[in-house]
T-cell receptor, first 112, second 114 residues
Framework: NAGVTQTPKFQVLKTGQSMTLQCAQD?????MYWYRQDPGMGLRLIYYSASEGTTDKGEVPNGYNVSRLNKREFSLRLESAAPSQTSVYFCASSEVDAREAFFGQGTRLTVV | AQSVTQLGSHVSVSEGALVLLRCNYSSSVPPYLFWYVQYPNQGLQLLLKYTTGATLVKGINGFEAEFKKSETSFHLTKPSAHMSDAAEYFCAVRRYTGRRALTFGSGTRLQVQP
């Protein structure tokens, strides 16, 4: 049982480049989330999808877009990467009431 | 808006000593409360959670936490630290209504000295 799978695990981008972070879960969860983790700031919610077909902004959505492709997959896109987006990105999923969230292993992104 | 405060970004204990990691929340209505652990270069793993019912919650690896409404706290404890407990610990909350996503504290890095 893979749980939540994120690709890639590591990525280096140049300022202005675009990329998509992929996330898939095999637990049949309705809700999915994207967080970023920065030192001393914990995890901050970028976007979330309460159910298939819906997406909502979190605390720090600027510079990002998301797509809930189907129930399993939730992607995060950086259209024009900036050094401030250097971070570790985590995808998570849960049942709709979010009583427990399951996390992927993270994507370490560096923007130079 | 709800928030979570973790007191102490770094905590160091000796092996075998008590572990106490502090978490306070601000919410007009008691939320769901969680503790997660993150080992180096890994994702987050749920240690324990409080939703309703008994206020003393037991989790994995010998950890427990007590929900105290009067103090708006949910501190994490373990009677005897083990070297393998060295990790970063995050407290998180989720409201009963509204946005159904977790809000995290800034984290506490636990160091265990031999």
């Amino acid at each position: 049982n893979a749980g939540v799978t994120q690709t890639p695990k590591f990525q280096v981008l140049k300022t202005g480049q675009s990329m998509t972070l992929q996330c898939a879960q095999d637990m049949n969860h309705n809700s999915m989330y994207w967080y970023r983790q920065d030192p001393g700031m914990g995890l901050r919610l970028i976007y979330y999808s309460a159910s298939e077909g819906t997406t909502d902004k979190g605390e720090v959505p600027n510079g990002y877009n998301v797509s809930r492709l189907n129930k399993r997959e939730f992607s995060l896109r950086l259209e024009s990467a900036a050094p401030s987006q250097t971070s570790v990105y985590f995808c998570a999923s849960s049942e709709v009431d979010a009583r427990e969230a399951f996390f992927g292993q993270g994507t370490r992104l560096t923007v130079v | 808006a709800q928030s979570v405060t973790q007191l102490g970004s770094h905590v160091s204990v000796s092996e075998g000593a008590l572990v106490l990691l502090r978490c306070n929340y601000s919410s007009s209505v008691p939320p769901y409360l969680f503790w997660y652990v993150q080992y180096p270069n890994q994702g987050l793993q749920l240690l324990l959670k409080y939703t309703t019912g008994a206020t003393l919650v037991k989790g994995i690896n010998g950890f427990e936490a007590e929900f105290k409404k009067s103090e708006t706290s949910f501190h994490l404890t373990k009677p005897s630290a083990h070297m393998s407990d060295a990790a970063e610990y995050f407290c998180a909350v989720r409201r009963y209504t509204g946005r159904r996503a977790l809000t995290f504290g800034s984290g506490t890095r636990l160091q265990v000295q031999p």
